[in-house]
């Protein structure tokens, strides 16, 4: 019991190490945050802290690691860049106009390389061959699509 004692700050390295390893085998961040605690608890004991102390600093470490540290590093796990799949990748892309269209009458245009079937996304505006549009929907086969307006040269 006196070896413990003494060596309270190898005990508390030993939990943290086992923790850390059993984070390995987890990958939750849970074990780990836990770990980092135990580390609080053997620096107390290495600075000659009582006991009572070592097990509050390693609580308190734990805890406020798993409610501050935690979050921020599972968000930042969870990120990336987001999967567009199918025709919702050329929502918002720009395409060239290469057969008339009205709001009754169905056009083509050149988007992506491909030619699909457009309509303008306003029943109401005719849209003329060459003119640059940019898709707003698609609905089947269909692109509906609004005029991007043309800027003015000095």
Known sequence: M???????????????????IAELMSLDLVLVMLAVGAGGGAITAALGGPVALQIIVAAVTAIAMLALVRPSLVARLHQGPDLVLGTN???GQRATVTQR????????????????????????????????????EIRGATAYVHPIPELDSP
């Open 89 to 91: 990748k050329l929502l």
């Open 2 to 20: 006196d070896w413990l004692s003494e060596h309270a700050w190898a005990v508390w390295l030993g939990i943290a190490a086992l923790l850390g």
């Open 101 to 136: 269209m009205t709001g009754l009458a169905v056009g083509q245009i050149k988007l992506a390389g491909e030619t699909w079937s457009a309509s303008p996304y306003d029943e109401h505006v005719s849209i003329e061959v060459g003119e640059t549009v940019e898709v707003f």
